[in-house]
């Protein structure tokens, strides 16, 4: 059985594909080569990150692939009920990556909260005095109020890392049930507490310090976070999106920069991938990376593994 792993796979997840007996191929296809490569090639599997989709046409064109897998979470970049529904499989690997955007949120809130983001950027041009006294107006995450809008497994982890360095936190989703947060705090040192997601988006988001977004792109393509949400959250808040593009309003979240209604922003994800706009990059209160949330080796080990072992699990050894 051909496998295209088409935005790459780990070593770890070709090796078990590979001594299961399937033939792994990694090389990048373009996305209008894609249909013609998949049936030359006769693939039936098909691995995909956030670079490719498999939209209806593709599906339909392509009557030999079986499934579709996704490393990673999100599925917007696949016609998931559509392929479903005429009998393919897709798969994805929700837990693999919670880990490592959990860290990489955590990391944007430090730089934040002392403007790292602008200091690396001016530290070669600027004056050390000037930079010295411009910077000298940091805050600390303990003790801070951070409200988790999409309580999954990415947010649950974040909880944990944020709840272990002293921050308060709250969550937001549509399901309210009381959710168990396992700490791990090293040396060997476990312990567990319990927080009951609320309903009320801006109930939450009113007196939050900060704010990490980590839900889905919105049927409809509109923001969750606008000008609106903006106008009712206090002074000096904080928000990190490493979650979907669109789901902030960009234009308004600049606005809203300039009033200093909000402090700064981190910014992982963006409306127009991979060319976000030069106001967000150049902006000196926004810390932006490039959607680089899941992208650690440890992930990528566990992303590879987790897809060739549903893959395995589904076709058998070849």
Avoid: W
Wanted: a negative charge; proline letters at 3%.
């Amino acid at each position: 059985m051909n496998v295209l792993a088409n935005d790459g796979i780990s070593k770890a997840g070709i090796n078990a594909l590979e001594n299961a007996g399937y033939n792994v191929i990694t090389s990048k296809v373009e996305q209008e080569n894609l249909v013609d490569y998949i049936n030359s090639e006769k693939i039936e599997v098909l691995l995909v990150r956030s670079a490719t989709t498999a939209r209806k046409e593709l599906i339909d064109a392509c009557p030999e692939l079986k499934l579709i897998g996704r490393g990673g979470v999100g599925m917007d970049n696949i016609d998931v009920e559509y392929a479903r529904s005429i009998g393919r499989l897709v798969i994805n690997t929700p837990a693999a990556s919670s880990q490592s955007v959990a860290e990489l949120v955590l990391g944007h809130m430090c730089a934040i909260s002392r403007s790292l983001n602008d200091s690396y950027k001016q530290m070669e041009s600027a004056d050390f005095k000037t930079l010295k006294k411009q910077y000298a107006k940091g805050i600390e995450l303990r003790g801070k109020k951070l409200v988790i809008v999409g309580f999954g497994r990415i947010g649950q982890s974040l909880a944990s890392y944020a709840l272990g360095i002293g921050m308060n936190v709250s969550a937001v989703d549509m399901f309210s049930n009381p959710i168990s947060i396992k700490l791990n705090l090293g040396n060997g040192i476990e312990t567990k507490t319990t927080i009951t997601p609320s309903s009320n988006m801006m109930e939450e988001l009113k007196d939050a310090d900060y704010i990490s977004l980590h839900i889905p792109k919105q049927a409809d393509g509109s923001a969750v976070l606008g000008a609106k949400e903006f106008d009712q959250m206090k002074n000096g808040v904080r928000i990190v999106n490493a979650a979907r593009g669109g789901v902030i309003n960009e234009s308004d979240l600049i606005d809203a920069l300039n009033s200093g209604k909000i402090a700064s922003v981190a910014l992982d994800v963006f409306e127009n991938e991979p060319t976000p706009s030069q106001d967000l990059l150049s902006h000196p209160l926004i810390a932006c990376t490039p959607h680089i949330g899941a992208a650690t080796l440890e992930a990528q080990d566990r992303i590879g593994t987790e897809l060739a072992e549903k893959i395995i699990t589904e076709f058998g050894q070849k």
